[in-house]
């Protein structure tokens, strides 16, 4: 009986562990969602495929288990190709790809980190590559400066 409760407790605890090992991330219009059901910040990660320090944010910020930790936290976490006129999507009774919307939001380099507030009016933005300190640091201001703020 030990061992079984012991095997259950190492799954457990495994599985909460693993849990937390990436970034939760959504689409846009399902972060939308979410936060009208319970309010938190959205980060978006405005990238394009041919972006070199995109790719390094993802391999080496983005990976970083407290980054990880804090941004599944504190945000509900989207990525969005700059670049794709493909997949279409509706937010506040208008229809977007999400290069429209990027475009919508005045993102016009990259890496670019959109920050919308809970009541998804304001707005601010994080641009170019962060070392994960960095990007920590970045991303406590905005959250210390009051965008976050219920």
Request: proline share 4%; glycine share 4%; with cysteine.
């Amino acid at each position: 009986m030990k061992k079984i409760v012991f095997i259950s407790l190492f799954l457990f605890t495994a599985h909460f562990v693993r849990a937390q090992d990436k970034i939760e991330w959504l689409k846009f219009e399902e972060a939308v969602a979410a936060t009208e059901a319970n309010p938190k910040m959205l980060l978006i990660d405005v990238y394009t495929d041919w972006c070199g320090w995109c790719k390094k944010m993802d391999k080496e910020t983005f990976t970083d288990p407290v980054v990880v930790s804090y941004i599944n936290e504190k945000f509900y976490a989207v990525k969005m190709n700059a670049e794709d006129n493909k997949r279409k999507f509706d937010f506040k009774g208008k229809e977007y790809t999400e290069a429209k919307m990027a475009a919508a939001m005045r993102v016009n380099s990259y890496p670019n980190f959109v920050i919308i507030d809970p009541t998804l009016k304001n707005i601010t933005q994080l641009p170019g590559y962060r070392q994960p300190v960095q990007f920590l640091d970045g991303l406590g201001q905005i959250v210390d400066n009051g965008i976050g703020a219920k």
